[in-house]
């Protein structure tokens, strides 16, 4: 995994919306960028939601949130509009962006082995370094644990 300190690698992604989005866009501010497996899953939904619900908090704290999956960008927008969500969800069809944040790899389900993206969340500080970490997270309450360690003097993880 990076660690906190480390400079976060820039991305270039598509956002359910066609548009480009960088990392370096955030610049600035703090960045939650969130790893999710699959799109319209449950695990998946109940961590866009949440997330989704903390956008008020997030932005008083200066915070933005952006998840990325390897699902394409027909996909993140049936995803986005089925939940109204407020926030980028970015399209990384080949697992290039999440390999980089070292969330990408072999996973086994139901007895079967193939490359997916694992469930990781990184917290980018406004100098473009990772002040935190999560590894294998839990959806549920996830946006809330990151939350509270946005909040100030609590960001060392």
Do not use: W
């Not at 955030?26 to 903390?54: I, S």
């Not at 980018?124 to 946005?150: C, F, N, Q, T």
Request: aromatic share 10%; proline share 4%.
């Amino acid at each position: 995994m990076l660690d906190a300190g480390d400079e976060a690698p820039e991305f270039e992604l598509q956002n359910q919306h066609g548009e480009t989005v960088r990392r370096s866009d955030f610049d600035g501010q703090r960045l939650v960028v969130y790893f999710y497996p699959r799109a319209n899953t449950d695990g998946c939904t109940t961590e866009a939601c949440e997330f989704n619900d903390a956008l008020p908090e997030l932005d008083e704290l200066d915070a933005a949130v952006v998840g990325i999956s390897d699902d394409p960008v027909d996909d993140i927008a049936d995803f986005a509009a089925d939940y109204d969500l407020e926030f980028d969800l970015l399209s990384d069809e080949f697992g290039e962006v999440a390999t980089l944040y070292e969330s990408y790899g072999e996973k086994r389900m139901f007895g079967n082995t193939f490359d997916g993206v694992f469930r990781n969340t990184y917290v980018v500080g406004p100098d473009g370094r990772i002040e935190a970490v999560y590894e294998g997270v839990s959806p549920e309450g996830h946006a809330d644990e990151v939350l509270a360690d946005l909040q100030p003097a609590d960001i060392a993880h």
